[in-house]
């Protein structure tokens, strides 16, 4: 069964920079697309990044030009690097993978 572990949330200044880390277990890793979502208190998940198994991304419009999506398929590892941080980033930030799902790490953006 795949498991999915998200890393690297914390408390930021607007304006600051997190790198968030998807490490997933299993075989096959790389031929899977990856989804970052997040959710903040009282609304609903939202899709935040994806990336496919080719390297094609898409983003969300409230994130586009200040996160980036990559992969590394020899770390079975998809990472978000979040630049220009806004209080309205603040969320728990999941990763997916078809219908797993990790535990979450939560983002918060404050002074």
């Known amino acids: 069964q795949v498991q999915l572990v998200e890393s690297g949330g914390g408390l930021v200044q607007p304006g600051g920079s997190l790198r968030l880390a998807c490490a997933v277990s299993g075989n096959f890793f790389s031929i899977y697309s990856i989804r970052w979502y997040r959710q903040a208190p009282g609304k609903q998940r939202e899709l935040v990044a994806l990336i496919t198994s080719g390297g094609t991304t898409n983003y969300a419009d409230p994130v586009k030009d200040r996160f980036t999506i990559s992969r590394d398929n020899a770390k079975n590892t998809v990472y978000l690097q979040m630049n220009s941080l806004k209080p309205e980033d603040t969320a728990v930030y999941y990763c997916?993978?078809?219908?797993?799902w990790g535990q979450g790490t939560q983002v918060t953006v404050s002074s």
């Open positions: 997916n993978r078809a219908n797993a």
